[in-house]
């Protein structure tokens, strides 16, 4: 299944992206797609809705904005220098173990959403990827191979950066990370069984029309059970949550002429499979 929400922010109404690609109303399985939503089974509960024909088509006005596909998460979880050419282009080793960091939640906002460079932001960057969203409580778990069955589904995940904040500000990357704006998700969270190997997917991302990242999941570090299984010894996923699992090469402060983001410029990102975001920056 395609889960997303459609409406004004704070507003946005369920609904789901069938076969044929038409849009069902999900509003009568679902206040929202939420952590209530997954934890008490909530996916499985729109399935059987969907398989039966219980949900009505949707005819959304033209122009309706689309939200991120999950509210509000209750953390967002990121993982640091996941993929090997990333890692290279930044000049930095190989990580033993997942670099970890948290991002503001409020960051989320949807697609094709105006994001904001922050006041006096000189570096802002780009960084496409894959986002998990987290369907059952993740405690303490035994193996990664015990992962796959708590993923809610993936989403593409936009985890925008101002690297001046991030790395010269504080010892800590959050204050570059968590600005305002700076967490597009969607516009679909897909759920497992349509995605397939989460290993194999291609992620690209474009900066007013020109390639700048071109890669593959197959590179991560660190595959997205392992990542899972690792969080869950270390801090409690609940329902709902996100994990961004990091970013391929082509980042603005790997490249030469670091041509880092200002007004105007626009942004085109996408996963196979999860689907194409869209933003124009504009001044904070």
């Not at 402060?253 to 942004?267: E, F, I, K, Q, S």
């Given at each position: 299944?395609?889960?997303?929400?459609?409406?004004?922010?704070?507003?946005?109404?369920?609904?789901?992206?069938?076969?044929?690609?038409?849009?069902?109303?999900?509003?009568?399985?679902?206040?929202?797609?939420?952590?209530?939503?997954?934890?008490?089974?909530?996916?499985?509960?729109?399935?059987?809705?969907?398989?039966?024909?219980?949900?009505?088509?949707?005819?959304p006005p033209a122009g309706t904005r689309t939200g991120a596909p999950v509210a509000r998460p209750g953390k967002i979880v990121c993982i640091g220098l996941n993929y090997r050419d990333h890692a290279a282009e930044t000049g930095a080793a190989i990580p033993e173990r997942p670099v970890v960091f948290l991002k503001d939640p409020g960051t989320v906002v949807g697609p094709y959403d105006e994001v904001l460079v922050p006041r006096g932001s000189t570096?802002?960057?780009?960084?496409?990827?894959?986002?998990?969203?987290?369907?059952?409580?993740?405690?303490?778990?035994?193996?990664?191979?015990?992962?796959?069955?708590?993923?809610?589904?993936?989403?593409?995940?936009?985890?925008?950066?101002?690297?001046?904040?991030?790395?010269?500000?504080?010892?800590?990357w959050d204050l570059g990370k968590s600005c305002e704006t700076f967490n597009p998700l969607g516009p679909w969270l897909v759920t497992p069984d349509e995605v397939g190997d989460p290993q194999a997917l291609g992620l690209r991302l474009s900066v007013n029309g020109r390639r700048r990242q071109e890669g593959s999941t197959s590179d991560m570090v660190f595959d997205v059970a392992h990542l899972i299984w690792y969080l869950s010894r270390h801090m409690v996923l609940e329902p709902g949550d996100l994990v961004n699992t990091g970013t391929p090469a082509g980042v603005a402060l790997g490249l030469p002429d670091t041509p880092y983001l200002r007004a105007g410029d626009t942004v085109e990102l996408g996963i196979d499979g999860l689907g194409v975001q869209r933003q124009t920056f504009v001044p904070a």
């Amino acid at each position: 299944m395609r889960l997303t929400r459609l409406g004004p922010r704070g507003a946005e109404q369920p609904a789901v992206l069938d076969d044929d690609g038409r849009l069902l109303d999900a509003s009568g399985v679902a206040d929202d797609f939420d952590g209530a939503f997954f934890a008490s089974g909530g996916i499985g509960r729109l399935r059987a809705a969907l398989h039966e024909g219980r949900l009505p088509r949707l005819d959304p006005p033209a122009g309706t904005r689309t939200g991120a596909p999950v509210a509000r998460p209750g953390k967002i979880v990121c993982i640091g220098l996941n993929y090997r050419d990333h890692a290279a282009e930044t000049g930095a080793a190989i990580p033993e173990r997942p670099v970890v960091f948290l991002k503001d939640p409020g960051t989320v906002v949807g697609p094709y959403d105006e994001v904001l460079v922050p006041r006096g932001s000189t570096r802002t960057d780009w960084e496409v990827e894959l986002g998990v969203v987290i369907g059952s409580r993740a405690r303490y778990l035994d193996s990664p191979e015990q992962a796959h069955a708590l993923i809610a589904g993936y989403a593409v995940s936009h985890d925008v950066s101002e690297r001046e904040f991030q790395l010269e500000r504080s010892p800590q990357w959050d204050l570059g990370k968590s600005c305002e704006t700076f967490n597009p998700l969607g516009p679909w969270l897909v759920t497992p069984d349509e995605v397939g190997d989460p290993q194999a997917l291609g992620l690209r991302l474009s900066v007013n029309g020109r390639r700048r990242q071109e890669g593959s999941t197959s590179d991560m570090v660190f595959d997205v059970a392992h990542l899972i299984w690792y969080l869950s010894r270390h801090m409690v996923l609940e329902p709902g949550d996100l994990v961004n699992t990091g970013t391929p090469a082509g980042v603005a402060l790997g490249l030469p002429d670091t041509p880092y983001l200002r007004a105007g410029d626009t942004v085109e990102l996408g996963i196979d499979g999860l689907g194409v975001q869209r933003q124009t920056f504009v001044p904070a």
